[in-house]
Antibody
Framework: EVQLVESGGGLVQSGGSLRLSCAAS????????MHWVRQAPGKGLVWVSH????????SYADSVKGRFTISRDNAKNTLYLQMNSLRAEDTAVYYC?????????????????WGQGSLVTVSS | DIQMTQSPSSLSASVGDRVTITCRAS??????LNWYQQKPGKAPKLLIY???SLQSGVPSRVSGSGSGTDFTLTISSLQPEDFATYYC?????????FGQGTKVEVK
């Protein structure tokens, strides 16, 4: 059974740092691109960052670029999000998600499994 | 960035109703369009990928259609477990943007 379990969330002061982890199990972690998506209280889903299977290529939303760093340890089956210079507007539930990529007649990429989420609260 | 606009933002419906939610992209995303369902306090759940492919385990009353910039999610006969918020997502390009969500409420 595929499982993604986030940890590391909590309360932090504005300007502080936090590192989220996402422990993966039930699949070959090193075969998949992974993502972070966040959701502010009462708001919609916002894509944050992604990382390729080899951990080399990454991308970020403009709102977190230069402050957040995504990484992975394929030997430990774990995805990370290092969050620095946190702001009140970073307050959200952070989800990790697995991307499935399929080629062929009807190519697709989508998030087929999500973690349960980790709440980050930034106090001003 | 590609902007995704859903309509309506919310709707009220009864069990057994046919429900349709639309999603429009600011530029063509081909069929790189996915739909997710989210219930309060829970992670999103994939319903439809590649615009019209039903994810395994999702009931057949749920369907998706469209290509290019205009897409539709339809629930043919609303069931009690379908009251939730629905999001479209384009996976054509980074950033993979989501629509603002459509909340389906009890009438």
């Amino acid at each position: 059974e595929v499982q993604l379990v986030e940890s590391g969330g909590g309360l932090v002061q504005s300007g502080g740092s936090l590192r989220l982890s996402c422990a993966a199990s039930g699949f070959i972690f090193s075969d998949y691109w992974m993502h972070w998506v966040r959701q502010a209280p009462g708001k919609g889903l916002v894509w944050v960052s992604h990382i390729h299977d080899d951990g080399i290529s990454t991308s970020y939303a403009d709102s977190v670029k230069g402050r957040f760093t995504i990484s992975r340890d394929n030997a430990k089956n774990t995805l990370y999000l290092q969050m620095n210079s946190l702001r009140a507007e970073d307050t959200a539930v952070y989800y990790c998600a697995r991307e499935v990529r399929l080629n062929g007649y009807n190519p697709t990429n989508h998030f087929d499994h999500w973690g349960q989420g980790s709440l980050v609260t930034v106090s001003s | 960035d590609i902007q995704m606009t859903q309509s309506p933002s919310s709707l009220s419906a009864s069990v057994g109703d046919r429900v349709t939610i639309t999603c429009r992209a600011s530029q063509s995303v081909s069929t790189y369009l996915n739909w997710y369902q989210q219930k309060p306090g829970k992670a999103p759940k994939l319903l439809i990928y590649a615009a019209s492919s039903l994810q395994s385990g999702v009931p057949s009353r749920v369907s998706g259609s469209g290509s290019g910039t205009d897409f539709t999610l339809t629930i043919s006969s609303l069931q009690p477990e379908d009251f939730a918020t629905y999001y479209c997502q384009q996976s054509y390009s980074i950033p993979m943007t989501f629509g603002q969500g459509t909340k389906v409420e009890v009438k």
